[in-house]
């Protein structure tokens, strides 16, 4: 659901993390070591982004950022961010990146965005996960 029709991509990688990707199926991430989520932490909503520091000359890939992830290996970066404080960090590495608004990114969790207030509704009362 978060694809372009063309390069690059946002692909889930596993624990609800979203990297950016350069589109093919086994490619490297856009943002080495680096994803993002939407999570709660104390009933507020927020991106965060995560990083992963390379092992042993592996190249961040999107098969490596799904191992990772299985694993743990992601330690928080920053939270809580906005949609366009996330993008903003995401356009630091590939300042042309698509990415999908936040209707959509909100939806992948869940949740429901208004566009007119700015407020992020949890129809499904989802928690923080223990």
Same mark, same amino acid.
């Given at each position: 659901?978060?694809?372009?029709?063309?390069?690059?991509?946002?692909?889930?990688?596993?624990? *609800?993390?979203?990297? %950016? +990707?350069? =589109?093919?199926?086994?490619?490297?991430?856009?943002?080495?070591?680096?994803?993002?989520? #939407?999570?709660?932490?104390?009933?507020?909503?927020?991106?965060?982004?995560?990083?992963?520091?390379?092992?042993?000359?592996?190249?961040?890939?999107?098969?490596? *950022?799904?191992?990772? %992830? +299985?694993? =743990?290996?992601?330690?928080?970066?920053?939270?809580?961010?906005?949609?366009?404080?996330? #993008?903003?960090?995401?356009?630091?590495?590939?300042?042309?990146?698509?990415?999908?608004?936040?209707?959509?990114?909100?939806?992948?969790?869940?949740?429901?965005?208004?566009?007119?207030?700015?407020?992020?509704?949890?129809?499904?009362?989802?928690?923080?996960?223990?």
């Amino acid at each position: 659901m978060l694809q372009a029709s063309g390069n690059p991509d946002w692909r889930k990688i596993g624990r *609800g993390m979203i990297a %950016a +990707v350069d =589109g093919s199926t086994y490619g490297p991430m856009i943002y080495p070591g680096k994803v993002y989520a #939407i999570e709660i932490h104390n009933g507020q909503i927020g991106f965060a982004s995560y990083r992963r520091k390379p092992r042993d000359d592996e190249p961040y890939s999107y098969n490596y *950022g799904r191992l990772c %992830a +299985v694993h =743990g290996d992601y330690e928080i970066d920053r939270w809580p961010m906005t949609y366009d404080e996330m #993008i903003a960090d995401a356009r630091t590495a590939y300042p042309m990146l698509w990415s999908p608004g936040p209707i959509d990114w909100y939806r992948e969790y869940g949740l429901l965005y208004d566009e007119t207030t700015g407020q992020v509704h949890n129809p499904l009362n989802l928690k923080e996960e223990q």
